[in-house]
């Protein structure tokens, strides 16, 4: 258990669809970031957050867009769904000072 | 732009063998590299982060190296076991982002 939470677990949904992703770090850990994983392949990072502010990001569009609230806890929310962005979703917390990035397990997104 | 490959891409030996996994990046400018260990359709675990001061880093049966000059790290298994069937990912983080470039990962069958 790395004390990171991601909701939902899976999802289903179609084309043209909004989804909000969530996910809450460990405790203490002020950074949160998110990364794509499509079957096969290594996460690609999508973007960072340090204390709720965007500190990063990839090669995304910006319908891919987040948000960080005092808590450190995170959303990732994805307007104008496509069905490449089926995959899954994973979120990791840092904050200490040995830079480990926690993961939690992830949301399944499935764009139909 | 930093680009990590992972070979072999997939590897099936038999219990109790000593095993090397390969990581091998372009940019030596790295701040640290990370491993992390992913069991199918789940998030990661992090095994072993070694900074770019470092050369190893050991954790149990674990053991990885780091060779920024040659743009290489190598994670060593010894005795394996079936339970360390998974797919193994390295990554690099190259500066104050906390963005991770990861390896396509190599997925590891251990045999009874």
């Known amino acids: 258990e790395t004390g990171v939470t991601q909701s939902p677990t899976h999802l289903i949904k179609t084309r043209g669809q909004q989804v909000t992703l969530r996910c809450s770090s460990q405790s203490g850990h002020n950074t949160v970031s998110w990364y794509q994983q499509a079957l096969g392949q290594g996460p690609q990072f999508i973007f960072q957050y340090y204390r709720e502010e965007e500190n990063g990001r990839g090669n995304f569009p910006p319908r891919f867009s987040g948000l960080q609230f005092p808590n450190y806890s995170s959303e990732l929310n994805v307007n104008a769904l496509e069905l490449d962005d089926s995959a899954l979703y994973l979120c990791a917390s840092s904050g200490g000072q040995r830079d480990i990035q926690y993961f939690g397990a992830g949301t399944r997104l499935s764009v139909l | 732009k930093q680009e990590v490959t992972q070979i072999p891409a997939a590897l099936s030996v038999p219990e109790g063998e000593n095993l090397v996994l390969n990581c091998s990046f372009t940019d030596s400018a790295i701040y640290n590299l990370q491993w992390f260990r992913q069991d199918p359709g789940k998030g990661l675990t992090s095994l072993l982060l070694?900074?770019?001061?470092?050369r190893e880093q050991t954790s149990g049966r674990l053991n990885a190296s780091l060779d920024k000059s040659s743009g290489r790290s190598t994670l060593y298994i010894a005795a394996s076991q079936p339970g360390d069937s998974a797919t193994y990912l390295c990554a690099v983080k190259g500066g104050n982002t906390g963005k991770l470039i990861f390896g396509q990962g190599t997925t590891l069958q251990v045999k009874p």
């Open positions: 070694i900074q770019s001061s470092q």
